[in-house]
């Protein structure tokens, strides 16, 4: 993973439910290396929870198509910032691994990619592997 070069980022298109939001601010967690809320701006309340892939789950290996690096021009995996939507529940703690969020870490532009005819779970618990 290459470091950001702004916290800004900027989705190519909106976030699923979150139109029309497409700008978001990553703000790091004091105390929790790799986890990260990403908020539309400082008056809005929509936020999410992502934490990165490289850090806490080293065996995801997502696969993107060309069409899909194309729209954030990534054109090599040490471009690219992987992060993945944290769920909170009650008992457990999920990840989405069907639909990461791409970043390119030289421009901030970035996509939340469906993959397509790969085998990775919408709600992985954490700790478990991932699959």
């Known amino acids: 993973m290459s470091p950001l070069s702004s916290p800004t980022l900027t989705f190519v298109t909106p976030p699923p439910g979150l139109a029309p939001l497409t700008v978001f601010t990553l703000n790091t967690i ?17 936020r999410l929870f992502v934490l ?49 969020i791409v970043v390119n870490a030289g421009t901030g532009a970035c996509a939340q990619f469906i993959l397509d005819d790969q085998d990775w779970p919408l709600h992985a618990e954490l700790g478990t592997g991932g699959r």
């Open 30 to 46: 004091d105390g929790a290396d790799g986890l990260y809320s990403l908020q539309a701006d400082e008056t809005s309340k929509t």
């Open 52 to 100: 990165d892939a490289g850090v806490h789950l080293p065996d995801y290996k997502p696969v993107l198509s060309n069409d899909q690096s194309a729209a954030i021009e990534i054109t090599t995996p040490v471009d690219a910032l992987v992060l993945v939507v944290v769920n909170p529940g009650e008992t457990t703690t999920t990840v989405n691994l069907m639909a990461p």
